[in-house]
């Protein structure tokens, strides 16, 4: 019969080495994997399995020349999210109806409505649609549009101005990453700041 030469304990010190490997490893991973920004962490959410409702904007492009004063800011500093909705010389049914949607968002999202701000940039709206507008929602942001300078800045996207109903997700930074169009309802915006709401909380 042959002895075994094994020393004793060292079938543990292998399984702790192995240990430490998975451990540093798993470390090591998760800081490569780590998305930098919206863009970057949607992407990774599509690779996981985990998609957002909404369609992702590439590249991603930064709306604060575009947003009104209060909202021009790309500190960070209350980690707001903002919801841009346009409507660029009309609001026809569609446009209202997503109007109505992200007001149903912004309350059934209770506390947390105080970190999601909606916009509406406008020109040429009549004035008594106007009136109506800013009746049924009292928190919109009301502001001007400047339709040549959004044309520019979403030339290069994948959320080219194409004349339909849509409203964008900017996230706190400023930088739009989601759009929405007529074929998505409420439920999907609150799906997807739900998720971004969970993972970034507010300072």
Same mark, same amino acid.
């Given at each position: 019969m042959t002895q075994s030469n094994k020393a004793p304990g060292s079938g543990m010190k292998i399984q702790i080495i192995i240990m430490l490997v998975m451990v540093v490893g798993a470390t090591v991973l998760g800081t490569v994997m780590l998305p930098k920004n919206e863009a970057e962490r949607a992407e990774l959410m599509a690779l996981l399995g985990t998609t957002?409702?909404?369609?992702?904007? =590439?590249?991603?492009?930064n709306w604060v020349p575009l947003l009104p004063a209060g909202e021009n800011t790309?500190?960070?500093?209350?980690?707001?999210y903002r919801v841009v909705l346009v409507a660029d010389g009309q609001c026809d049914a569609g446009c209202q109806e997503m109007?109505?949607?992200?007001?149903?968002v912004e309350v059934r999202l209770g506390r947390d409505s105080r970190r999601v701000d909606r916009i509406l940039l406008q020109t040429g709206l009549e004035p008594a649609l106007l009136a109506d507008i800013e009746r049924a929602n009292p928190?919109?942001?009301v502001a001007s549009l400047? =339709?040549?300078?959004?044309e520019t800045l979403l030339a290069p996207t994948t959320a080219q101005i194409t004349g339909a109903n849509r409203y964008y997700l900017l996230n706190p930074v400023g930088d739009a990453v989601l759009y929405y169009d007529e074929q998505n309802s409420g439920s999907d915006l609150l799906e997807d700041l739900k998720h971004l709401l969970k993972y970034s909380p507010s300072r």
């Open positions: 957002n409702m909404g369609r992702l904007i =590439s590249p991603t492009v790309s500190d960070d500093i209350d980690g707001h109007l109505a949607a992200t007001r149903a928190d919109l942001v400047d =339709s040549a300078a959004l």
